[in-house]
């Protein structure tokens, strides 16, 4: 079993969808996660981050993790076209950046 | 420029050949980060280089990869005698720690896709 694992997708909505992405985690000792958004040819963006578990919004996008379950959740509301892209979870024990382990991603495409 | 700068963009490259790929950090940062990515794998650490620390190269797969840092600032990442199997986009970051957030911030290069004929 790998340790962090992501539905690869794709996943194709219309715009103005909610989106959901989640990731499952077996290690326990995880307390830092982190959502990157990737665009095709580009690095990985990080997109946002949270400690521990709760949620966390900033404009569309809401982080929530839930450590009793090891689940966590990116959600994109209102989706744009712009939204499309490959969108990474990733997650450590410490906050120290060679430690942190990603998912394999979802493709996301936001149809117009 | 502002951004981490990765070099060559694209290489193809015979089975059995030397790969030299470079990494331009963003000025100022002293962490930097080799990662391999693979089609439908997650971001698979290879090595970490922080200032003037031994670098940690915990994730190299095998001996035919190495990697230096001059003069705490440009990398390059060598694969020696490449094997199909190494075709993949190699990936740098670089972060500074944010500690307001008590965390590493990192920003990532575009990557340089490899292809191993």
């Known amino acids: 079993q790998k340790e962090v694992e992501q539905d690869p997708g794709p996943l194709s909505v219309p715009e103005g969808a909610i989106v959901s992405l989640n990731c499952t985690y077996s290690n326990s000792a995880f307390q830092y996660f982190m959502w990157y958004r990737q665009y095709s040819r580009k690095g990985p963006e990080l997109l946002m981050y949270t400690y521990s578990s709760g949620n966390k919004e900033d404009g569309r996008f809401t982080a929530q993790v839930d450590k009793s379950s090891k689940y966590i959740s990116l959600f994109i509301r209102d989706s744009q076209p712009s939204d499309s892209a490959t969108y990474l979870c990733a997650m450590s024990a410490n906050n120290y950046g060679q430690n942190f382990v990603f998912g394999p991603g979802t493709r996301l495409s936001v149809l117009p | 420029g502002a951004g981490v700068s990765q070099s060559p963009s694209n290489k193809v490259t015979e089975k059995g050949k030397d790969v030299e790929l470079r990494c331009d950090p963003i000025s100022g940062h002293t962490a930097l980060y080799w990662y391999r990515q693979s089609l439908g794998q997650g971001l698979e650490f290879l090595i970490y280089f922080q200032g003037n620390s031994a670098p940690d190269k915990s994730g190299l797969p095998s001996d035919r990869f190495s990697a230096e840092r001059t003069g705490g600032s440009v990398s390059t990442l060598t694969i020696q005698r490449t094997q199909q199997e190494d075709s993949a986009v190699y990936l740098c970051?670089?972060?500074?720690?944010?500690?307001?957030?008590?965390?590493?911030?990192?920003?990532f290069g575009a990557g340089t896709r490899l292809s191993v004929l």
């Open positions: 970051a670089s972060s500074f720690r944010a500690d307001h957030l008590g965390m590493d911030i990192q920003y």
